[in-house]
């Protein structure tokens, strides 16, 4: 079983939709969840960052934690065409940090 | 707004020749990393470094891989002699302190082994 699993994709969903992207992990020892938007040929740019279980929300944006369920999810509401980018979940232990990523979904948002 | 730095944006080279990537990660960050990503897959972690010693590496990352923070700008990334499949996109990144909400990636090399 891998450790991080992301479905790839792609996502295409008109403007204006919600956007609902996950990611399941194995590993019970994760404690630090993100979001990465990565644009072609580009650096992942970190969005959203959550500790342990629960929401946060930024904006357009919300992130959720299951960790009994081991999945984490995030949303985009009223998404628009500039969202359209590779969307990466990463996780950590802790530690030095190392991030685990899973393998990112390509998502299209169509005008 | 500060950002980590990359040089060059692509390189090529031929097997079995040396590369060292450069990276100028943010000014007041204390935690280095460097990852990749081959063309298609996920990005992977290779090494952290820390207090200029190396914190935790990945299986990927053996001897002839090695890291270097040459000044107190600078943190590199050398291979010593490139195989077909390091061809890739590395990228740096820093973090202000060990947690891992706060790594901010730089734009990466694009690699192209020969």
């Known amino acids: 079983q891998k450790e991080v699993e992301q479905d790839p994709g792609p996502l295409s969903v008109p403007e204006g939709a919600i956007v609902s992207l996950n990611c399941t992990y194995s590993n019970s020892a994760f404690q630090y969840f993100m979001w990465y938007r990565q644009y072609s040929r580009k650096g992942p740019e970190l969005l959203m960052y959550?500790?342990?279980?629960g929401n946060k929300e930024d904006g357009r944006f919300t992130a959720q934690v299951d960790k009994s369920s081991k999945y984490i999810s995030l949303f985009i509401r009223d998404s628009q065409p500039s969202d359209s980018a590779t969307y990466l979940c990463a996780m950590s232990t802790g530690g030095y940090n190392k991030l685990i990523f899973g393998a990112g979904t390509r998502l299209a948002v169509h005008p | 707004e500060p950002e980590v730095t990359q040089t060059p944006s692509h390189q090529v080279t031929q097997m079995g020749q040396e590369v060292i990537l450069r990276c100028v990660p943010i000014?007041?960050?204390?935690?280095f990393y460097w990852y990749r990503q081959i063309l298609g897959q996920k990005v992977e972690f290779l090494v952290s470094f820390y207090n200029n010693e190396i914190s935790e590496k990945s299986e990927i990352f053996d001897d002839q891989f090695s890291v270097e923070r040459p000044d107190g700008s600078n943190f590199t990334l050398k291979i010593r002699s490139t195989k077909l499949e390091d061809s890739a996109m590395y990228f740096c990144a820093s973090s202000v302190k060990r947690g891992a909400d706060t790594q901010y990636f730089g734009p990466g090399t694009r690699l192209t082994v020969l």
């Open positions: 959550t500790y342990s279980s």
């Open positions: 000014s007041n960050h204390l935690y």
